[in-house]
């Protein structure tokens, strides 16, 4: 019970952190006379406007951390038995 609760609050938690840059202007959308300049297949990424890379990375981070403790703990374990 408590692995599925760890489980199910980090995945939430990975929503919140993904999905709240994501949906900030939300609901906005372009006036329909909208013109896009420069359009002539400049390649690349596309820009959306979010940047959620160090909230994202905290998390992995958090999360490997958190995965070694487990192992080390797991590990400690079995050499006292």
């Known amino acids: 019970m408590k692995r599925a ?3 199910l609050a ?3 938690v990975g929503v919140m952190v993904t999905a ?10 372009p006036e329909p006379t909208t013109v ?3 359009t002539g297949g ?5 820009f959306t406007g ?3 890379s160090t909230p994202v990375i905290v998390v992995g981070v958090l999360a490997v951390i958190g995965v070694t403790a ?3 703990a797991r590990l400690r374990s079995a050499q006292e038995a």
């Open 5 to 7: 609760l760890g489980v």
């Open 10 to 12: 980090s995945a939430i």
């Open 20 to 29: 709240g840059t994501a949906l900030a202007g939300y609901p906005s959308s």
């Open 36 to 38: 896009v300049k420069g």
């Open 42 to 46: 400049g390649g690349g990424t596309a």
């Open 50 to 52: 979010g940047s959620i």
């Open 70 to 72: 487990l192992i080390v």
